[in-house]
C-alpha cells in the first residue's frame, strides 16, 4: 500500500486536482519555467498485439481519452491561458507530444502569443515496433521551446552550459536518448508499468540544464510520477507539480524523498562568456600579448590578416574589427572574431584569441 500524500514535498509540492483549477491558485508571474508533458489524445482503436500474441501495454487510460479535436483544443488552450499567465516575463514553457497532438498544441502556442525558440526531436534509441506493419517505425517526439511573448530577451538559455556537456560543440536541435526502461522504470506492485508515458531522467535533465538556473521554479501541469521533480531538486530547482491522479502523486512523492539534491559546487556550471567582462581586443596589442604587423590566421590557416597598431586588421583593401573582417573573410553576416582568429607561436603552433583574451580578463573585472 503507498502511504497517505502529504502537502509538501520538499523543496516543492505536488498538488493533487485538475490542472487548470490548480493552476489558477498560483500568482501571476511567479514560476521560472514550465514543463508540460499533457495527454496525447491517441485516438487509439481497440486493442494492440505483438507477433507473438501478447497484448502491447498503450496508453488506454481516461485521462488520455478526448471527445473530440475540438474537446481537446478547448482544454490545450485553457491551461496554456494559465500557463502563460503564471511565467515570469522572463519565463519559458517546454511541451512534449507526438504527432498525434503536437501540432495542434503548436498552433494554440502561437495563437495565445507564446514565441516558438526551437522544436526539439527526441530521437528514441529503443521505439516501439511498429507491430502491424501499416507505418513506419514511430522513433521520435516533438519538443516545442516557447519563450513568454515575441519581445521576451531575459528567457534563460545556458549556451555555454550546452557546450559542455556536448563536449565543446553547439547543442543541435535533435536528441538522442533510450526510453525509460531498467531501474528508472517505475512498477507497481504486479510489476507493471507505473506510469505508460514516463519520460527518461536523462531527457529533463537537458532541458532544465539548459533553461533554468539553480534556485528556479519549475511548473509541471501534468506531474505524472514526477520525473521533472526528481530532476529539479536533484538539480537545485524548485518545483510545482500537478497531478490529478493520487496514486500517481503519491508514487511521485515517494520517489522524490529518495532523491539526494547535488552539491552547490557540483551545480556551478561552464561559466558564460557572454556575460564576462568585455575586453578589447585592443587591450591585447597594448599589452604586447599580439604585435602590430602580426598576421592573424584562420584555424585551417587558409585565411590571414595583419594587426594595426590600433586594433584593427587588415585583410586585403579592408581595414575593421576582428569580427567584420572574419565575417567578410567568410563571405558572412556575422563572425565571433576571437574564435575565428588565431596567432601563430614560434614553432608555428596556433593558438586562439581567445585563449590569449582569458589571460587579462580578470584585469577588467
Known sequence: MLPPMSEKTEPGRIIVGDCIEAMATLKDASVDLVFAD????LQLNGELWRPNNTKVDAVDDDWDQFASFAVYDEFTRAWLKEARRVLKPTGSLWVIGSYHNI???GTA??????WVLNDVVWRKTNPMPNFRGRRFTNAHETLIWCARDKNA????????????????LQMRSDWLFPLCTGAERLKDEDGNKAHPTQKPEALLHRLIMA????GDVILDPFFGT?????????????????ERDSAYARRAEMRIKAVTPVSDAALQG?????NATRVPFGSLVERGLIAPGETLYDRMKRVRAEVRADGSLAFGRSVGSIHSIGAEAQNAPSCNGWTYWHVADRDGRLKSIDDLREQIRGDFE
Request: glycine share 14%; aromatic share 12%.
Open 38 to 41: 499533457p495527454p496525447y489524445n
Open 103 to 105: 501540432f495542434r498544441i
Open 109 to 114: 502556442l502561437q495563437d495565445l502569443g507564446f
Open 153 to 168: 530577451t531575459g528567457y534563460t538559455f545556458n549556451y555555454d552550459g550546452m557546450k559542455a556537456l556536448n563536449e565543446g
Open 211 to 214: 533553461s533554468t538556473n539553480a
Open 226 to 242: 514526477g520525473t521533472s521533480g526528481a530532476v529539479a531538486k536533484r538539480l537545485g530547482r524548485r518545483f510545482i507539480g500537478i
Open 270 to 274: 561552464a561559466p558564460s562568456k557572454r
